[in-house]
């Protein structure tokens, strides 16, 4: 694998990873009102 798919995959992961984690906590804070 070279540099660049390695690096658009874990960038495609870190982006997925903090869309996942926005969608949680808008839930959490929703359930919280």
Request: hydrophobic content about 60%.
């Amino acid at each position: 694998m070279s540099p660049k798919q390695k690096f658009s995959i874990s960038f495609f992961f870190i982006i997925t990873g903090l869309t996942i984690l926005a969608t949680i906590l808008m839930g959490l804070r929703f359930l919280a009102n």
